[in-house]
């Protein structure tokens, strides 16, 4: 299996001052990496030097198309099909990376809480 990279310190620096302007995310890590949950449920989260965020079927197929970015795979041929891949042009635009990560976060917040 392959071994995972780290995230780059610039995408990790970003994420957490972006995250800053999402109330009531609870951040942590998982396999590593900084996430971002809602009632148990991760909405965001970095991998590698992937952030994605997990998005409606409606507002998945837009931000794919709208930003020329697709469905995300930690694995070659192993979908998360709720999941897409924050392009360069949506991370150095703050206020339209802010804009879909609250769209992500009430979506994931409307789904049924992760049981303990």
């Given at each position: 299996?392959?071994?995972?990279?780290?995230?780059?310190?610039?995408?990790?620096?970003?994420?957490?001052?972006?995250?800053?302007?999402?109330?009531?995310?609870?951040?942590?890590?998982?396999?590593?990496?900084d996430c971002?949950?809602?009632?148990?449920?991760?909405?965001?989260?970095?991998?590698?030097?992937?952030?994605?965020?997990?998005?409606?079927?409606?507002?998945?197929?837009?931000?794919?198309?709208?930003?020329?970015?697709?469905?995300?795979?930690?694995?070659?041929g192993r979908?998360?099909?709720?999941?897409?891949?924050?392009?360069?042009?949506?991370?150095?635009?703050?206020?339209?990376?802010?804009?879909?990560?609250?769209?992500?976060?009430?979506?994931?917040?409307?789904?049924?809480?992760?049981?303990?």
């Amino acid at each position: 299996m392959k071994k995972w990279k780290p995230s780059p310190e610039t995408l990790k620096k970003l994420f957490l001052e972006t995250m800053g302007s999402v109330k009531g995310a609870e951040k942590r890590k998982m396999f590593g990496y900084d996430c971002a949950f809602v009632n148990g449920n991760m909405f965001t989260g970095l991998h590698e030097e992937n952030w994605v965020m997990r998005l409606p079927e409606d507002r998945r197929t837009e931000f794919v198309k709208t930003f020329k970015t697709k469905i995300f795979e930690p694995f070659p041929g192993r979908t998360m099909k709720e999941y897409v891949v924050v392009p360069e042009n949506v991370k150095k635009d703050q206020k339209e990376l802010k804009k879909w990560l609250q769209l992500s976060f009430e979506y994931v917040k409307s789904l049924p809480a992760k049981k303990k």
